[in-house]
């Protein structure tokens, strides 16, 4: 691999505390890491060079959160929905029943598709979850074939129970016989702590199994309405606590005193008719805070972490420089990584350049697409 000089970049997001903001700045790549940060009248030689000629350059976004093992389509619901229907989480059986259906060559194809797309955006980090199989032989495949495509793969047998079966019974298999079939293929579990899906107990017993078996873990929580989710996810130690839609101030207190993040998804509190969440709460209290976009085929149908940095600016009264590093460091923590969402030396060579002087344009000229450049892993995508 080749190392590439990134240079001309006008406006260069780090996040790195020591670094800062930098203009009129250069990047070396090599390896597939940063090997050098500076003032571009100081970068040295590379076996190439690109010249950005005054564009912001930022790391990939990092999406923590994403469901991309499915097949069929929820087109009908999303319309109902936008009529006035309710969202309802029983909405997640129809997926099951055509990913259950689909073969894994359709599967693999979709996987492809929506990591190809995510990648062309900007995304360069990507997270996904099992959880449209519910039976071992069919979350054992998710994850096999999540594992082929995305950097993070996660376990969520326990993303509803399937129609007919029995909630203790359920829960049991989730935390016996699936657990350990996929366990060795995944390094996340998480659980649906919610109404119509998961009570505390039951989640409690699925997050407890998976921590026994070496698994880092999530919460899907508070997402429908005030409930358990996050209060759970901070008892049991969890790295992420995802959608936090609905939050008491005891949630934001017990957030603010744990290393648990609150990942919030604007997008499928949009397309679910949800309020979206009150992050200056978190914020003001000093919670680290991540953006995702949730992608699925029910509730979140996007692919576009621009969207939903443009989204917290415009609608959540998150600053530019807020909701840029919710998308990148902050996915990266919910990750519980230290070398993605960041662009230091030593990092992975995870790049975004924007066709725009900064960073500020994303929320200033929304739904247009600003991506020029990404590397990811030091190769160049685009």
Same mark, same amino acid.
């Given at each position: 691999?080749?190392?590439?000089?990134?240079?001309?970049?006008?406006?260069?997001?780090?996040?790195?505390?020591?670094?800062?903001?930098?203009?009129?700045?250069?990047?070396?790549?090599?390896?597939?890491? @940063?090997?050098?940060?500076? =003032? #571009?009248? !100081? $970068?040295?030689? %590379?076996?190439?060079?690109?010249?950005?000629?005054?564009? *912001? &350059?930022?790391?990939?976004?990092?999406?923590?959160?994403?469901?991309?093992?499915?097949?069929?389509?929820?087109?009908?619901?999303?319309?109902?929905?936008?009529?006035?229907?309710?969202?309802?989480?029983?909405?997640?059986?129809?997926? @099951?029943?055509?990913?259950? =259906? #689909?073969? !894994? $060559?359709?599967? %693999?194809?979709?996987?492809?598709?929506?990591?190809?797309? *995510? &990648?062309?955006?900007?995304?360069?980090?990507?997270?996904?979850?099992?959880?449209?199989?519910?039976?071992?032989?069919?979350?054992?495949?998710?994850?096999?074939?999540?594992?082929?495509?995305?950097?993070?793969?996660?376990?969520?047998?326990?993303?509803?129970?399937?129609?007919?079966?029995? $909630?203790?019974?359920?829960?049991?298999?989730?935390?016996?016989?699936?657990?350990?079939?996929?366990?060795?293929?995944?390094?996340?579990?998480?659980?649906?702590?919610?109404?119509?899906?998961?009570?505390?107990?039951?989640?409690?017993?699925?997050?407890?199994?998976?921590?026994?078996?070496?698994?880092?873990?999530?919460?899907?929580?508070?997402?429908?309405?005030?409930?358990?989710?996050?209060?759970?996810?901070?008892?049991?130690?969890?790295?992420?606590?995802?959608?936090?839609?609905?939050?008491?101030?005891?949630?934001?207190?017990?957030?603010?005193?744990?290393?648990?993040?609150?990942?919030?998804?604007?997008?499928?509190?949009?397309?679910?008719?949800?309020?979206?969440?009150?992050?200056?709460?978190?914020?003001?209290?000093?919670?680290?805070?991540?953006?995702?976009?949730?992608?699925?085929?029910?509730?979140?149908?996007?692919?576009?972490?621009?969207?939903?940095?443009?989204?917290?600016?415009?609608?959540?009264?998150?600053?530019?420089?807020?909701?840029?590093?919710?998308?990148?460091?902050?996915?990266?923590?919910?990750?519980?990584?230290?070398?993605?969402?960041?662009?230091?030396?030593?990092?992975?060579?995870?790049?975004?350049?924007?066709?725009?002087?900064?960073?500020?344009?994303?929320?200033?000229?929304?739904?247009?697409?600003?991506?020029?450049?990404?590397?990811?892993?030091?190769?160049?995508?685009?």
């Amino acid at each position: 691999m080749a190392a590439v000089l990134v240079t001309g970049i006008g406006e260069l997001t780090t996040n790195d505390a020591e670094l800062g903001k930098l203009r009129n700045a250069a990047l070396v790549l090599d390896g597939g890491r @940063v090997a050098w940060v500076g =003032a #571009a009248a !100081d $970068a040295p030689d %590379a076996d190439e060079s690109v010249d950005v000629d005054g564009r *912001a &350059v930022l790391p990939g976004w990092v999406d923590s959160h994403t469901h991309l093992v499915f097949a069929g389509d929820r087109t009908a619901e999303f319309g109902a929905r936008m009529s006035g229907q309710p969202y309802a989480a029983g909405g997640i059986a129809v997926t @099951v029943d055509a990913t259950r =259906a #689909a073969s !894994d $060559a359709k599967l %693999a194809a979709g996987l492809r598709k929506h990591v190809d797309e *995510a &990648v062309s955006q900007g995304t360069t980090y990507i997270e996904t979850k099992t959880g449209y199989g519910l039976t071992v032989a069919d979350e054992l495949r998710s994850a096999v074939l999540a594992g082929q495509y995305a950097d993070e793969v996660t376990f969520l047998g326990a993303h509803l129970v399937p129609p007919g079966a029995k $909630a203790d019974e359920y829960v049991d298999l989730v935390c016996g016989p699936m657990l350990d079939a996929v366990a060795p293929h995944v390094s996340w579990a998480d659980v649906f702590c919610e109404t119509g899906a998961f009570d505390e107990d039951q989640s409690r017993t699925v997050l407890t199994a998976a921590g026994k078996k070496g698994l880092g873990l999530r919460v899907h929580g508070n997402q429908l309405g005030p409930g358990p989710g996050v209060r759970l996810a901070v008892e049991v130690g969890a790295a992420s606590v995802d959608h936090c839609t609905y939050l008491t101030p005891a949630d934001v207190a017990a957030l603010a005193d744990s290393d648990t993040v609150a990942t919030l998804l604007p997008a499928c509190d949009l397309s679910t008719r949800q309020p979206l969440p009150e992050v200056r709460a978190l914020l003001d209290a000093g919670v680290t805070v991540a953006l995702a976009s949730n992608c699925n085929p029910g509730s979140s149908y996007t692919s576009s972490m621009a969207f939903c940095v443009t989204t917290a600016v415009l609608q959540m009264r998150m600053t530019v420089e807020e909701a840029v590093r919710a998308a990148t460091l902050g996915g990266a923590q919910a990750l519980r990584r230290d070398d993605v969402g960041v662009l230091r030396p030593g990092s992975r060579a995870d790049v975004h350049v924007l066709d725009a002087p900064s960073t500020t344009h994303l929320a200033y000229r929304p739904g247009v697409p600003l991506t020029w450049a990404v590397w990811r892993a030091g190769v160049r995508q685009r």
